[in-house]
């Protein structure tokens, strides 16, 4: 079986914009409505010739107690349990925010690989707050903009290392 690669972080930072990307086709539904993906969405995908499973997993929102919250939370948690590396994805145009601190706290149980991923850098320069990221407690933050496609070349590079 190809290694699955999950995609996890709030809603609305742009998760399923980054599945399209590295999915190379528009599957997952992207819209200004925070939390819209609901079900586990995979696609199969290719990088440097090795091939991976891609899941996108609607936000998650730690402290809801609402069902949809719930629900899309226990939907990301199966995908980070069938997960081998796993993409932790925050919002670099919004900054880092309490509901990503909470991600990082179910994140940091898990034993797998995280990479940090800073969406919405839709430039080369980095926004000042940037380096706030290196807070949550994985390492080097990598700026991407999933949706121009800056970045997402050298997060696959990392991303296929763990294979
Ligand atoms: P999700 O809820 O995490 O799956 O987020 P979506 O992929 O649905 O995207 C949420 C919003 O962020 C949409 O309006 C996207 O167009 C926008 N977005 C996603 N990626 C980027 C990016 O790299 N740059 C910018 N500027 N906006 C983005
Ligand atoms: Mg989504």
Do not use: C
């Amino acid at each position: 079986m190809n290694p699955i690669v999950a995609i996890v972080g709030r809603p609305n930072v742009g998760k399923s914009t980054l599945f399209n990307r590295i999915a190379g086709e528009r599957i997952a539904i992207v819209e200004d409505t925070p939390g819209v993906t609901r079900d586990r969405i995979y696609a199969q995908a290719e990088w440097v010739s090795k091939h991976f499973t891609i899941i996108d997993t609607g936000g998650i929102e730690p402290d809801s107690e609402e069902l949809i919250p719930k629900k899309m939370r226990q939907q990301a948690e199966l995908a980070m349990d069938m997960a081998q590396v796993i993409l932790f994805v925050v919002d670099g145009k919004a900054g880092l925010t309490p509901s990503d601190r909470d991600v990082a706290l179910m994140l940091l149980k898990t034993k797998k690989p995280v990479l940090l991923v800073v969406n919405k850098v839709d430039n080369k320069n980095l926004p000042d707050d940037f380096y706030d990221f290196y807070e949550l407690g994985f390492g080097e933050p990598i700026p991407v903009s999933s949706s121009i496609g800056l970045g997402t070349g050298d997060l696959l590079d990392e991303v296929v290392k763990n294979f």
